[in-house]
């Protein structure tokens, strides 16, 4: 029956995740996968999210379905941390929120309500981009072509030819992009360059779909949220992917949000209908446990305060490593420019590896990066920051 079933070829960042796992080598590392882990090499689980998980429990009472949307106080806690509660676009209830599946279930309930409303628009990629974008909204039918991003040359972003790229797009072209923390480059655009974008995206009548999976691991929460707040304030419409799986180290859980701000509360109610839609015909409504531990962290006071401090510790260990692990290669390779892994943001570093060095990091020293070259800076620790930079340098030198 299922004979002209093709084998998966698997996909580049979990398939190597599962090939670090069944690797024997003690000194492995794990630079593959986006997860944000310890200095003793472990996934945190966050006093904060430990308290509020406990005081769910102590809470907990029948489990009805949710909501096709979501959790009403998950809802409006995401719209609060992305935009501010007092933002005028919340106020005026013309932002449509739905408690999604990870910022990737945001994704797809997206990419199919833009298929189904704008059958005709392509979608824009950053050149490069998260590997799992292009199958999202391929997925849903869409057709994804790039724009101009990442300059190998500087490390820095082709802004011109992207300002070039987005005057050039048909009105009603949705371009995804990265809020902060751009995955897999770690460059991003400065808030000079975010404005820039404005009258362009007004202009042209483009559809930007943010996707900020990685809020606080960039400048601050607050800060990260510079992208989605300039749209709104400049009355732009826009769609917003955004997760907690990072920003609370809960990635099992699958907690994230799809928000998509519109021009007013009556086409917002509209909107929020099909997504409902969506989410119907997809997998019917989220979870419950995982969503009302982020909407207990982010209303209630004293742990909100204590995850906005962990978060901070987070982004500031993955700074110092990014320092040592810079110090260690130019003292190796003096003359050889390191700088990028000071000025990159969040938790990965493009670094410029090629494919086949990438494998004799892997092979020869059991240091796992993506073949793009991406390495997740957030899986190094004061114990395997030295034999990193080795392996790195080694391979570096030919
Ligand atoms: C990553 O980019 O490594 C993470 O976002 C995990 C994933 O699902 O790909």
Not at 121 to 150: I, M
Not at 208 to 237: H, K, N, V
């Amino acid at each position: 029956m299922f004979e002209h079933v093709d084998a998966y070829a698997g996909d580049p960042i979990l398939s190597l995740n599962e090939a670090f796992q069944k690797d024997p080598r003690a000194g492995k590392i794990n630079l593959s996968i986006g997860i944000y882990f310890d200095n003793d090499g472990r996934i945190p689980m966050l006093p904060s999210v430990r308290a509020a998980e406990l005081a769910v429990v102590e809470a907990a009472g029948p489990r009805p379905y949710l909501p096709m949307e979501g959790a009403a106080n998950f809802r409006s806690a995401v719209q609060a941390l992305l935009f501010g509660a007092d933002h005028p676009a919340v106020q005026a209830g013309r932002i449509a929120t739905i408690q999604g599946v990870g910022s990737s279930g945001g994704l797809k309930v997206g990419a199919d309500l833009l298929k189904r409303y704008f059958p005709d628009s392509k979608v824009y990629l950053s050149d490069p981009t998260w590997d799992n974008h292009r199958a999202v909204f391929e997925g849903s039918g869409h057709t994804c072509e790039t724009y101009p991003y990442y300059d190998p040359a500087t490390g820095g972003v082709r802004f011109d030819a992207l300002l070039q790229s987005f005057k050039a797009l048909p009105a009603r072209s949705v371009v995804l992009m990265h809020a902060c923390c751009h995955n897999p480059t770690g460059v991003d655009l400065t808030q000079d360059q975010w404005r820039a974008l404005v009258p362009v995206i007004r202009e042209r009548q483009l559809l930007p779909f943010l996707d900020l999976a990685y809020q606080g691991y960039g400048d601050g929460i607050e800060e990260d949220a510079f992208a989605p707040r300039l749209l709104a304030d400049e009355g732009l419409s826009f769609l917003i992917a955004n997760s907690f799986s990072k920003s609370m180290s809960l990635y099992g859980e699958r907690c994230g949000g799809l928000s998509i701000v519109c021009p007013d509360a009556d086409q917002a109610a509209r909107v929020l209908g099909q997504m409902k839609f969506m989410i119907r015909r997809n997998y019917s409504n989220p979870p419950m446990h995982g969503g009302q531990i982020v909407a207990k962290v982010l209303t209630d006071p004293k742990l909100r305060a204590l995850w906005e401090a962990e978060v901070a510790e987070m982004r500031e260990r993955i700074q110092s490593m990014r320092h040592q692990l810079h110090d260690v290669l130019v003292a190796k390779l003096p003359g050889r420019n390191f700088d990028y892994f000071l000025t990159q943001r969040g938790m990965f570093s493009y670094t410029g590896l090629s494919p086949e060095q990438a494998e004799r990091l892997k092979t020869e020293f059991g240091v796992y990066i993506l073949r793009s070259g991406r390495m997740c800076v957030a899986g190094l620790n004061t114990r395997n920051v030295e034999a990193t930079a080795e392996a790195m340098a080694a391979v570096l030198a030919g």
